[in-house]
T-cell receptor
Framework: AQSVTQLGSHVSVSEGALVLLRCNYS??????LFWYVQYPNQGLQLLLK????ATLVKGINGFEAEFKKSETSFHLTKPSAHMSDAAEYFC?????????????WGLGTSLAVNP | DTAVSQTPKYLVTQMGNDKSIKCEQN?????MYWYKQDSKKFLKIMFS???????INETVPNRFSPKSPDKAHLNLHINSLELGDSAVYFC??????????????FGAGSRLTVL
């Protein structure tokens, strides 16, 4: 069965510092991978996704993620954190096929940005 | 114009009561979902409908009954509310759940508090 592991339920960085949120997945087939962000008191929204092709994927708000098949990882990075990046971040992998397809979600990583 | 709108945003009710949450999407999507997010931010899919047909029905108590009158609407009715039902319920929609790169658009959430 496919699964998603997000290392670190809480990450704290200083404003301007590098953001690195880790995601590892297990999948028996080439995966479709996603990062979603949830700002306080809001619904989730897509940050970026990997389907096929280029392994470095750029998303909104300066975030990017790199698909590394050999490491089964899809870590999310941003070179310089901004206060507005404080949010909950979810990694997800698409599992199954046809009507059985669904998203397998990680437990989320809460990002705090300190002034 | 809100893409996925759900009402009400907040619900406070007593144990044993019955309540409904409504969801509407104006994106022309074929698939709609209900998710439950607990106090630890864990996301659990409850149901998904594709063109008014129930596709995913996870292990959810039968006190929860979804209804999709048309593909733009998916409502959730909960009977005999229990303390453990307290959570944020998210409605989401997507083009077609059978697509691997299926991207979900979420509503803002409905926070249910059972006293």
């Amino acid at each position: 069965a496919q699964s998603v592991t997000q290392l670190g339920s809480h990450v704290s960085v200083s404003e301007g510092a590098l953001v690195l949120l880790r995601c590892n997945y297990s999948s028996s087939v080439p995966p479709y991978l996603f990062w979603y962000v949830q700002y306080p008191n809001q619904g989730l929204q897509l940050l970026l996704k990997y389907t096929t092709g280029a392994t470095l994927v750029k998303g909104i708000n300066g975030f990017e993620a790199e698909f590394k098949k050999s490491e089964t990882s899809f870590h999310l990075t941003k070179p310089s954190a901004h206060m507005s990046d404080a949010a909950e971040y979810f990694c997800a992998v698409s599992s199954g096929a046809g009507n059985n397809r669904k998203l397998i979600w990680g437990l989320g990583t809460s990002l705090a940005v300190n002034p | 114009d809100t893409a996925v709108s759900q009402t009400p945003k907040y619900l406070v009710t007593q144990m044993g009561n019955d309540k409904s949450i409504k969801c509407e999407q104006n994106l022309g999507h074929d698939t709609m979902y209900w998710y439950k997010q607990d106090s630890k931010k864990f996301l659990k899919i409850m149901f998904s409908y594709n063109n008014k047909e129930l596709i995913i029905n996870e292990t959810v108590p039968n006190r929860f009954s979804p209804k999709s009158p048309d593909k733009a609407h998916l409502n959730l009715h909960i009977n005999s509310l229990e303390l453990g039902d307290s959570a944020v319920y998210f409605c989401a929609s997507s083009q077609d759940l059978r697509l691997g790169a299926n991207v979900l658009t979420f509503g803002a959430g409905s926070r249910l508090t059972v006293l």
